[in-house]
């Protein structure tokens, strides 16, 4: 809980300075606030102006595609010759679009009518003037201020601040200025505006450079999408009118320059294509040629169906070679076994061989051994019979062996021609790989050469199209139009930033006082720096009003000292002797004198005599109250030891019949010898012995300056330490705490004196008092 009310206690003390002062934050918010209406009403109207076109055959930039892709693009018959839409933003903003319109509009001496807040721009009909620069005079210095214009009749008359003498002219003649030649004509068509002043009227002169660049700077060209090929063209100017002629000036300009762009590149381009069909058509018939000369001199007709067949002899080659060796083998078993048998035995038959003859003849030969082995079953190897079939099988045996070898020398002919013909075969089949890369070569070059061809005729014919056909690569999507409100000046933006700086201005003014504050101000300040308490807060005095508190005085100076001596009671020990109270303070100034008196004053009123010692004798101050006892004798001639009583030094005050003074009587050359004489002390006891007064207040010398004060601190009951708001340094209280702390001081209340009514501490605080009547709203000012 206590934690939340020092933060809060905090964060009051933090915006108490800003509270306070809030009067500064009115007054100056009341002044930025007109400041702004002024601003505002001086600074010409701005309208901005836009128009939206399409390019017709623009896209936003891609990645880029393949080499046919590019050569299909060829040709610029998008216009530019480019598909990029930011391209053709950029090309809207370049400064030799924007110089070839300016070319052709009357932009560099625009015209003004002077206006009682701002200047109006006279443009197109409302131009009373048409103003033509015939030449810039080139490193001429450019006028900085404007040219006035005055006619009558014919006559021109031009005068500028910065010129010695004025330049008379002609209507319809050239003027020699000293930065250009120019020509004013008047202007036919001119309209004037209602409720506008045209009794002083000038112009403004910037070389053709300068203006472009300011054209070109005002420009804005955009995305209305960001997919889409939609451009926004906007200019924020004063004059209407002059916005939108440059705008539609700006879009036919460049449709101009897309339409010669075209022509230009079209009429290049088909006679670069006419150049390139002569050279792509000599080039198809040498490769049409090449490919010719290599299928006679290879003997080929078809390269894929050759292939073909030369493949299938191949595999047929390696089946008759396989069939033949089969033959040849079956022959050689068949001799073998031939040459193997006996007559009696036979041979074997059907097993594969594919000479006809053979095999009739292996026939007819187991046929005579089958019937040779039936003779034998009758008969003996002798029989005639028998001898007769054994020749006829020896016989039949020899053919049959000779047969054989003829079949085996005609097979071994035909695997020879066979195997040739399948050597030829692979001879062929190894060199197609070589054949077909070259042919491929040669017809990739032909069908490169054919697409080209092709591809050149047709861009030649779209070429010669797209010259007669031109049209503009912009279409408006809508003309030049103005917004009916302006765009500057941005009144409620104006208006806030105005208000903003007149509530920062003083909050940084405030701050910077803060942190720069090397003086006390309020209680507060001393609290933070001392725990010594803070007994009384007196009001700075106003204007006319008494420093000196009167009797049964309500003021509110009057309540602080009543507060103030009710404060000071209770630091008073309880005793009957007269109480000593010594007042001091750090340095002259802070008001020792004034508090002393008026507390005695209000010690006095409560009917208790009270005496007043002016112990500061050398700079008394406490006769300045009544100057009439400059040059009586005091605390001086008493302390020196002249032979006076204190009776005698002793004057009534002349403000309460209860309140005596002594003052300071004549400066001394010796003070600080006087008081430490023990004359003082002497004083005090023989007032003391006289009982009469209940309180003796002494007026002391600053501390910080003189050792006076201390001399004397010991022999007081209390002491009240003067401070006074806006003089006392904060160091000064470091100073007090260490003289305490060295028991130098004791017993030490502290005084706030000449207290601004915002920084009062506590109570008072709607006027001091009881009796004060609250202000009124008027009053609050004041």
Not at 98 to 114: C, G, R, S
Not at 179 to 196: D, G, H, Q
Request: proline share 4%.
């Amino acid at each position: 809980m206590d934690r939340k009310n020092n933060k809060e206690i905090s964060i009051k003390e933090l915006l108490n300075p800003y509270l306070k002062k809030w009067k500064y934050f009115v007054g100056m918010a009341f002044l930025m606030l007109i400041l702004a209406i002024y601003y505002i009403k001086s600074s010409s109207p701005v309208y901005k102006a836009q128009t939206s076109v399409l390019i017709k055959d623009a896209k936003n930039m891609s990645a880029a595609s393949g080499d046919v892709g590019v050569l299909q693009s060829f040709g610029g018959f998008g216009g530019m010759g480019t598909n990029s839409i930011e391209n053709e933003i950029a090309v809207f903003k370049t400064k030799t679009i924007i110089e070839d319109v300016l070319k052709d509009l009357n932009f560099q001496t625009p015209v003004y009518a002077k206006q009682t807040f701002h200047n109006l721009e006279l443009y197109g009909t409302t131009s009373p003037y048409i103003i033509n620069v015939i030449q810039d005079k080139i490193g001429a210095e450019l006028p900085k201020k404007p040219i006035w214009i005055k006619t009558k009749g014919n006559q021109i008359l031009l005068t500028s601040d910065e010129w010695d003498k004025s330049i008379n002219a002609s209507f319809d003649k050239t003027i020699n200025l000293p930065f250009a030649i120019i020509m004013i004509r008047k202007n036919i068509a001119f309209v004037a505006p209602k409720k506008e002043n045209l009794s002083e009227i000038f112009f403004k002169y910037s070389d053709f450079e300068e203006t472009v660049n300011s054209f070109q700077e005002a420009l804005v060209a955009d995305l209305s999408d960001k997919e889409g090929t939609i451009i926004n063209l906007s200019v924020n100017f004063e004059n209407k009118d002059k916005a939108k002629d440059f705008l539609n000036g700006l879009v036919r300009q460049y449709n101009g320059y897309a339409i010669n762009d075209k022509n230009i590149e079209s009429k290049k381009t088909k006679d670069f294509i006419d150049r390139r069909i002569v050279l792509i058509s000599k080039e198809l018939g040498s490769v049409e040629t090449e490919k010719e000369d290599y299928k006679s001199n290879n003997n080929i007709v078809d390269l894929p169906a050759e292939a073909g067949i030369n493949l299938q002899v191949k595999e047929q080659s390696k089946s008759q070679l396989l069939e033949i060796g089969t033959q040849l083998e079956l022959n050689k078993i068949l001799r073998s076994s031939l040459n193997k048998k006996g007559v009696g035995d036979v041979l074997p038959l059907n097993i594969g061989l594919e000479s006809e003859a053979a095999g009739v003849a292996i026939q007819e030969y187991n046929a005579l051994v089958l019937q040779r082995n039936k003779y034998l079953e009758e008969a003996t190897p002798d029989n005639p019979l028998v001898k007769t079939a054994n020749k006829q099988i020896e016989e039949m045996k020899s053919s049959l062996m000779q047969s054989l070898q003829k079949n085996v020398t005609s097979l071994e002919l035909a695997k020879r021609k066979v195997e040739n013909q399948l050597g030829s075969s692979v001879q062929m089949i190894n060199k197609i790989p070589t054949q077909e890369k070259l042919f491929r070569s040669i017809e990739r070059q032909q069908q490169i050469k054919e697409n080209l061809y092709l591809l050149l005729l047709q861009k030649r014919e779209e070429a010669a199209i797209s010259m007669e056909i031109a049209s503009d690569k912009a279409r408006v999507i809508d003309k030049a139009f103005v917004a009916s409100k302006p765009v500057a000046p941005k009144k409620l933006i104006i208006l806030g930033v105005f208000l903003a700086v007149g509530l920062l201005l003083p909050i940084i003014y405030i701050y910077l006082k803060e942190i720069l504050q090397s003086t006390i101000n309020k209680r507060n300040d001393i609290s933070k720096l001392t725990d010594l308490p803070v007994i009384a807060e007196i009001p700075k005095l106003k204007n006319k009003e008494s420093p000196l508190v009167a009797f049964n005085d309500v003021s509110p100076m009057a309540e602080a000292f009543r507060i103030f001596v009710t404060n000071l009671k209770f630091l008073l020990p309880g005793k009957n002797v007269p109480q000593i109270i010594l007042v001091t303070s750090s340095v002259k100034g802070e008001g020792k004198t004034f508090v002393s008196t008026n507390l005695s004053i209000i010690l006095a009123s409560a009917r208790d005599k009270v005496l007043v010692i002016g112990a500061d004798i050398r700079n008394p101050q406490l006769q300045r109250y009544n100057p009439s006892m400059k040059s009586v004798k005091g605390l001086t001639e008493f302390l020196s030891g002249e032979e006076i009583s204190v009776n005698d030094i002793i004057h009534a005050s002349g403000y309460n019949e209860n309140c005596d003074f002594i003052y300071s009587g004549s400066l001394p050359p010796n003070p600080t010898d006087l008081l430490q004489n023990g004359k003082l002390q002497e004083l005090l006891a023989i007032i003391k012995a006289q009982n009469k007064y209940k309180y003796v207040v002494l007026d002391t010398a600053p501390l910080l300056l003189v050792t006076d004060s201390f001399l004397i601190a010991d022999i007081s009951d209390v002491i009240v330490y003067v401070t006074r708001a806006e003089v006392t340094e904060i160091e000064y209280i470091e100073f007090l705490n260490n003289s305490v702390e060295e028991n130098k001081l004791k017993n030490v209340g502290i005084v706030l004196n000449e207290v601004k009514e915002s920084n009062f501490g506590y109570g008072n605080k709607y006027g001091y008092g009881y009796g004060v009547q609250e202000k009124k709203w008027w009053q609050i000012f004041k």
